[in-house]
């Protein structure tokens, strides 16, 4: 189950436009300029829906290469593996296929983004009798809304859908 966030609910009567990846409520527009993650790489819009309720909601993951990086060398060094035996291009190619980007193409694209875009648990929010229970169930994939990366200037770039 995620954070209510009910002392940044009680700021507004409107409706959050979209969650982020924490399960913050957010009322700007979605856009991978407001991912709470400033170092992230990719970032995804997509809409899942409560198990409980049906209620559907905007959500946002993003995806940092290099703090998967050092997660991974973190766990590595605590199993005490041995950092020589890690083949560093095979860890690459490992790490981008982890990435939205490189996993996703147009025609592929349902088949294969549910693998990434795991949110868990949906925002927390209510039904007609209160918090719905379904804020404690694992939501479900709808479908992918956007998708942004960012190039080598650092610049984000909407990669799905595809502009034009
Ligand atoms: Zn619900």
Not at 41 to 62: E, H, N
Not at 83 to 89: A, C, I, R, V
Request: hydrophobic share 35%; with cysteine.
């Amino acid at each position: 189950m995620k954070h209510a966030f009910s002392d940044i609910r009680t700021l507004s009567d409107r409706p959050p436009r979209w969650y982020d990846q924490y399960g913050v409520p957010r009322y700007c527009e979605p856009e991978p300029a407001h991912c709470p993650d400033i170092y992230a790489d990719q970032v995804a819009f997509f809409t899942i829906s409560c198990q409980g309720c049906t209620q559907t909601f905007l959500v946002q993951l993003s995806w940092n290469r290099s703090a998967l990086v050092t997660e991974l060398l973190r766990v590595a060094q605590f199993l005490n593996f041995s950092l020589e035996k890690l083949d560093m291009e095979q860890l690459a190619v490992a790490i981008d296929r982890t990435g939205f980007v490189s996993a996703i193409s147009q025609r592929d694209s349902h088949a294969r983004l549910p693998a990434v875009s795991y949110y868990g648990d949906p925002p927390v929010h209510k039904n007609h009798d209160g918090i719905c229970p379904g804020s404690t169930m694992t939501s479900e994939f709808v479908g992918l809304d956007r998708l942004y990366a960012k190039n080598a200037l650092g610049v984000w770039v909407q990669r799905y859908p595809y502009p034009g």
